[in-house]
């Protein structure tokens, strides 16, 4: 039993234990070496895709804006190599669609003058010039994501609307997720930037009150964070139960402040907290105290047969194949590789897919691990219910999504669902539920977006209308 257990917490409603499978933990992470080549899309946030600023035949150094924010949804892009523009053109991400991207042949690895690379701590208190504002401005300018799969761009989150106030931060240290580690190693090996990075975004959103949630299955950082949490007053480490999806941004809220943030368009800031992954505080930290735009990050590569698994610090663009090779290479007979963990990761259909900052893992899975048992008819065992950590009924969403009947599916509360996977994971009859709400709700949310699309322009129109009058 942990020795953190007596005063920990979790949420509320529903949830599961997969296997953890955590079998990097305690892997020292190592910088991963750099490509012949790094391929950066264009689209590594949720929003506009970044529009490029160079075009073929540029040199550029590590750190070089090489395409800007696309619109107010968007974030800027960095090379994280020093070299030569080939070409922008598209390539392969993670979802198996082919995306707009720019490719850079590495050439020596210069950085730009600007970023400071030094190890000293920078501290929030000898800094006096970073007002909330500054902070924000230099995140937005140095393109900071969410590091926790999201990525959503990290200035807007620090900007709420004028409806929703803030009250405390929540930094996710869980990790949830089966076989991932980097955030573990992150935690491990630099503490005393993400506890700066949490000051820096409670100052960005004029908050008092900060929180950092980790799972009672990492008693090491748990104990490192609380040590040095001391020097500052109000800071607290939250030890919490290990049940999946407690990483969620609505789970953790509950978990942490037992808050339950409402359906959808509610966010957590709605009851008071801006939520972030404990690799976006270290980013921050990074961006604000050392000018250092965000193009490499930590990334677990695992599997149960991988000959050598391990956690490195890799540049965004590095192909999934070379970290695969410096782990050994791929297991003989059939792999599944995943970007990201075995609940919510994508399976990628070729190994050139590159890491991009939502990249937290490279999963190899074999074919044991990895296949599906066959599907039976639904025995109504009411177990998905049960799992489901939003309260949702998955079966009857699944079943409505492959009747397609959409007005129902809403009225169910389908975009609700946080793709979690919980349900699949339980159900004794092997039936593709996530699968079928997947679809179900991306197809909903369509008809959402078109529904406000028509109202907006029909308001437009009779506004248009009557100044005319």
């Not at 997969?18 to 070496?33: F, G, L, M, Q, V």
């Not at 761009?153 to 409806?163: D, G, H, M, Y």
């Not at 957590?268 to 050392?290: D, E, L, S």
């Amino acid at each position: 039993m942990s020795l953190f257990c007596k005063n920990t917490s979790t949420f509320k409603k529903g949830g599961v234990h997969p296997d953890e499978n955590k079998i990097t933990s305690e892997i020292a992470t190592r910088a991963a070496a750099l490509p012949k080549q790094v391929v950066l899309p264009l689209s590594q946030h949720i929003g506009a895709p970044a529009k490029p600023v160079v075009q073929k035949g540029d040199k550029v150094k590590v750190g070089t804006l090489i395409a800007e924010a696309g619109g107010f949804v968007s974030a800027p892009i960095f090379s994280s190599v020093s070299g030569t523009v080939v070409k922008v053109d598209t390539a392969w991400d993670a979802s198996g669609y082919k995306r707009p991207a720019i490719y850079i042949d590495v050439e020596g690895d210069v950085w730009e003058d600007s970023i400071d690379r030094s190890e000293k701590l920078e501290k929030l208190s000898d800094h006096p010039e970073l007002t909330s504002e500054e902070i924000v401005n230099r995140v937005r300018a140095n393109g900071v994501v969410g590091m926790g799969g999201a990525c959503f761009p990290t200035s807007i989150k620090l900007t709420p609307p004028p409806t929703a106030k803030a009250t405390c931060v929540i930094i996710n240290g869980v990790e949830c997720e089966p076989y991932i580690t980097a955030d573990y190693r992150l935690m491990m090996e630099h503490p005393d930037e993400i506890l700066v990075g949490v000051e820096l975004l409670m100052k960005a959103v004029n908050v008092n009150e900060g929180y950092i949630g980790i799972e009672t299955n990492k008693p090491k950082a748990i104990a490192l964070l609380e040590n040095k949490a001391k020097a500052y007053s109000n800071i607290k480490i939250v030890p919490l139960d290990c049940k999946y999806p407690q990483g969620g941004e609505k789970q953790l809220v509950d978990a942490v402040i037992h808050r339950e943030v409402p359906a959808p368009p509610a966010i957590p800031v709605n009851v008071g907290a801006v939520v972030q992954n404990v690799g976006t505080a270290y980013a921050v930290y990074q961006a604000v105290m050392k000018n250092k735009p965000l193009f490499e990050r930590y990334v677990t590569v695992t599997g149960k047969q991988l000959h050598a698994p391990g956690n490195f610090l890799v540049r965004m663009g590095t192909p999934f194949s070379q970290l695969i090779e410096a782990c050994g290479g791929l297991p003989e007979g059939d792999n599944k590789i995943l970007a990201g963990g075995p609940m919510m990761g994508k399976a990628v259909t070729t190994t050139d897919v590159t890491v991009v900052k939502g990249t937290n893992s490279v999963t190899v899975l074999t074919n044991t691990d990895a296949k599906r048992k066959e599907a039976q008819n639904c025995i109504r065992c009411g177990k998905c219910v049960s799992a489901c950590p939003m309260g949702l009924e998955p079966y009857l969403l699944a079943q409505l999504s492959s009747l397609k009947d959409w007005e129902r599916a809403e009225k169910e509360d389908i975009p609700s669902c946080i793709e979690c996977g919980s349900c699949q994971f339980t159900c004794p009859a092997h039936r593709p539920l996530l699968d079928n709400i997947r679809m179900g709700k991306g197809t909903v949310m369509g008809i959402i977006r078109e529904r406000a699309a028509a109202a907006k322009a029909a308001a437009d129109a009779a506004k248009a209308k009557e100044e005319k009058k």
